[in-house]
């Protein structure tokens, strides 16, 4: 009779094989798919672990992101304790935060060092880009602005503060000059309103990777916030009127929009663009404007924080932001700002929280931050398994190289023909070899693989640097990549050999 205790270990172990199989890559991050060594002991797997950043000691904005986490089986650790996996900072770290320098090849961090470069309000608006409305620092720009003000009598402004977000329209001589770290920007006077109400659009953006790029932004909806009180008659003394504050008039509060959400389902922006619709107006001629905006931007800031990573020994960095802009009554988008910690907090409109949770779910999968768990095995069930199995000081082995399973060199290669024509596997001096396998350098591969892995986890996102490639037949790479950086247009140019394989890595 074979005793029950060993009955029980068999099975145990059999079934925590089975877990451990599909679960390991969810555990570490690895670089080219290494493993140290093939014997593993059950003592050396933990759940991944989570440490916060923040300068408010209450955390009511990051409620939904220690949620959606904890969903992902990972763990809260105390900052201080070292050691975490992912470091969620809602405020800029790197000033106060010198060992994020030197954080492990396991580690990742939601901020790339130098991201105020898009995020300071006066950097941003001030770079001359056609879809900012004109800006002006002061006091530099002073004699600038009233020149323009002087050539555009009609014209309204604004002068905005990076440290406040208090803003009111006024007229050129009622400007502050003398006021340090502020500019005045033109106000555009005529808004798209739905119902008579000015609002603005929140897009929310993850960048993966810089130099090479690596932009996404989420398209499961839009954040959509409506001003309090109708447009007109336009009054700058209420601030309600063009200001969109915390509580602003959500979708579903809106008349006409109130019956495409709540009747029928729809999402903010779905709602939205049916009554654009209604107006007898196409709403997919805003969407390319905004795609084309936010890799303008994100472009146009890299190599300024590319200046700010190279004191970084690994660069384990994301950044999720979300892109304010508006629209005019002509349908043409302006940007407004981006924001480095958007705010996530469902505090005042409980409804928001899907829109929040799915946009984190979207994101931690593009970034690797992938869901912890076996299918049809219960947490309990697998915690107690890895009792039993600690108590029997069993060992296991591991299956080398798991991440293969997702990526391996075969999902990497493009170009063959090119690569034989050119025989790269013997000499790599010529560009036209710069793609093909044997001449990848070590950080190249991992670029690619990463790059890789970004497309099969996407869930809502959609990429839009390297840009999407609507039409392969008329797409003009050489044109396309003519002023890239070189990594840029490297890595444009593996997204366009993908594509001319397998059109579903077109977008």
Known sequence: TIPLRSVML????????????????????????????NKTEISDFRRPTYAIYS??????????????????????VQFEQGGWDLLWAHDYPFRVLPNLKHIAANQLVNHFPGCGYLTNKVDLCTTRL????????????????????TAHPEALFVQKHNEHRHIKVRPPNEIAFNSNDSFVQEFIQKPFLVDGHKFD???????????????????GDVLFRYCPVKYYPFDADNLDKYVVGDNYLPTWEVPSLGKYYNSYGGSMRAAFEAYVR????????????????????LLAKEQDIVGSLRTYKTHNFFDLLRFDLFIDENLKVYLMEANMSPNLSSAHFKPNSLLYEQVLYSVFNL?????????????????????????????????PRPSEMVTADKNLVTGLNKCGQYNC???????????????LSGTQYDWLKRAHEEHLHRVDMKRIFPKPILNFNAFDIDNETRNMTKRNEWMTRWFYNKCEYDRTWCT
Not at 11 to 37: D, F, K
């Open 425 to 439: 596997d013997k000499s790599c001096n010529r560009d036209e070899c710069d793609l093909c396998l044997p001449c």
């Open 278 to 297: 209604d107006q007898s107006m196409d709403p997919s001629k805003i969407w390319p404007q905004v795609e084309h905006i936010i890799r303008s931007t």
């Open 367 to 399: 970034v690797g931050i992938l869901p912890v768990s076996a299918s049809g095995v219960s947490r309990n069930m697998y915690v107690n398994i890895i009792k039993i199995i600690k108590a029997s000081h069993l060992a296991f082995t591991i299956f």
């Open 130 to 149: 056609p879809f900012l409305p004109h800006a002006f620092r002061l006091p530099q720009q002073r004699d600038e602005f009233l020149e323009y003000a």
């Open 55 to 76: 300068q408010d000691p209450i955390e009511d904005h990051l409620v939904h992101v220690v949620q959606v986490l904890h969903k992902f089986g990972y763990e809260r």
């Open 201 to 219: 659009i929140g897009i929310y953006v993850v960048i993966t990777s810089i130099n090479p790029l690596r932009a996404y932004i989420y398209t």
């Open 10 to 37: 068999f099975l145990a172990a059999t079934v925590l094989t089975a877990i451990l199989v599909e679960i390991l890559p969810h555990y570490r991050r690895y670089s080219n798919g290494q493993i140290a060594n």
